[in-house]
């Protein structure tokens, strides 16, 4: 039998999940600014959060834009911002170069999935695939072949709400803790 193991300061094991589909795992938050200063000051300064610029590879953005994109870390965090503690989320943040997008999810689809067939589904269920700039500056044309951190697609839902669609590159290096904790 495995060695029982428990979270730390909690005394109990971990909950037992199903080996799942990553398809809409959420991966952290998306965010938009208009005055990086302003809002640097209003997330550090009200709940502590830190934030460093992200890199290029994470956010399409060269290092030294003026309108750098973020990873702002909400809560405990390794060195590259992966969170380390149960419930926690960072957020991504970006700079939105006409109205402040809504905040939405950074969500993982379905790698095996070619992205198109993933936004079909949508689009089938009511979404809206967005590609105009003005509306959300993450939009961009598809690609499905780019092996990137970036955002894939924006996808707006029926109610209104923005999706940042994510397919993982091959690069991931990341075990699913939740799906695999403590097997028996």
């Not at 094991?13 to 795992?25: A, D, E, I, N, Y």
């Not at 830190?50 to 809560?75: K, Y």
């Not at 029926?158 to 403590?182: I, V």
Request: hydrophobic share 35%; net charge negative.
């Amino acid at each position: 039998m495995a060695e029982k193991t428990t979270y730390p300061h909690t005394n109990r094991p971990p909950k037992k999940f199903t080996q799942k589909s990553l398809h809409g795992r959420t991966r952290c938050g998306v965010l938009t600014y208009k005055d990086l200063r302003r809002f640097q000051s209003f997330y550090i300064n009200v709940f502590g959060w830190d934030m460093i610029e992200a890199p290029e590879a994470a956010s399409g953005i060269p290092a030294g834009d003026p309108h750098p994109g973020l990873i702002m870390a909400t809560g405990p965090a390794q060195y590259d911002y992966e969170g380390v503690t149960p419930g926690h989320m960072n957020m991504f943040v970006h700079w939105a170069p006409g109205e402040i997008e809504p905040m939405g999810p950074f969500m993982e689809i379905d790698m095996e999935a070619p992205l198109e067939e993933t936004i079909q589904k949508m689009i089938d269920h009511g979404g809206k695939l967005i590609l105009d700039k003005s509306k959300s500056a993450l939009a961009k044309p598809l690609d499905d072949s780019k092996q990137s951190w970036e955002v894939h697609a924006v996808i707006e839902d029926p109610a209104g709400n923005y999706l940042y669609l994510w397919k993982c590159p091959s690069s991931r290096t990341w075990d699913e803790l939740e799906t695999e904790y403590d097997v028996e």
